[in-house]
């Protein structure tokens, strides 16, 4: 595989990303000024520097120089992840936030392979995701696989239209994970049921759809489509208020974050914050990293 190298101009533009911006639209934090610096409301010891390019997290013991940095020392991401996300993802704070986005701003999806082999082996064998579930979402138009063998997850708005496209590597040796260029993240990845009172809520496509494979093995095939369930593609609940804003109806949120530091402050964030807007909330964790894990060891 060939693999990108960023030029010079392309590694300083990453480099020179505002982190105020980069995080309030990335992870969805906000922050206020105290003194010279930016304080996160969500996180009190992630602090960024005047610049407002250097930052440290302090009961992480984690500070850096820029978001590329975040992204490594924080979410875990190799240098190309990160590039990728801040130069071609769907946040670009030199452009504009993500949220906001021109008429003519398209999404731009990868080319549909003939076939989707790796996808159907990476997501049924590897992941251990029911191949039912894999072929409705396929025939829904919400999976498919790009010509470089990658799993494309897409979002739709409330007309049909494409608006988010969310890419995952399939390669056993090499993580890969980006969103499409001009993905609008109030659009991510989510599966619609016949209930909408009720949401379940997860940080990747992987995990909503391990856990419509769970549903179904323990109720019966077809019974997670009862079920209405949101990826936030990230931590960020920009997801999450752009559905509340369309589906009045919602009245229980079923948190299902990563069982990690990250995913378990993110639910405790949440918690209050949706309690306090008259949201029943939940919150369950996995007994492993995450949902897939957990459908792993359940045999699939």
Known sequence: MEYKRFTNEERQKAKNTDMIAFLENYMGFE???????????????????????????????????????????????????????????????EIQPVIVKPPNNQIILPEHAAQCNRLLDYLCQRRKISADVV??????????????????????????????????????????????????????????????????????????????????????????????????????????????EIHKEVKILNFRLDNDETGHSTVETYTEKYTALGYEVHAVFSTGKDINEDLQKMGG
């Open 135 to 244: 072929n409705d979402f396929i025939n829904e138009k919400m999976l498919y696989q790009d010509k470089k063998g990658n799993c494309v997850f897409v979002g739709f708005d409330e007309n049909g239209t494409a608006k988010f496209g969310s890419i995952r590597g399939t390669l056993p040796d090499r993580k890969y994970r980006a969103d499409c260029k001009n993905s609008d993240k109030r659009y991510a990845f989510k599966q619609i049921g016949t209930d909408t009172t009720r949401i379940y809520i997860f940080e990747a496509p992987i995990d909503l759809m391990s856990h419509c494979t769970i549903t179904n093995m323990i109720y019966g095939r077809g019974t997670y489509k009862q079920q209405t369930r949101l990826s936030l593609c990230g931590i960020s609940d920009t997801a999450l208020k752009a559905f509340l």
């Open 31 to 93: 922050f206020k000024k105290v003194g010279k610096y930016y304080q996160c409301r969500q996180h009190d010891s992630l602090m960024i520097y005047p610049d407002r390019q250097g930052f440290s997290w302090n009961s992480r013991n984690i500070s850096g120089s820029d978001a590329i940095d975040f992204l490594r020392n924080i979410e875990g991401k190799s240098f190309r992840e990160a590039m990728e996300i801040i130069l071609y993802g769907s946040f670009n704070a």
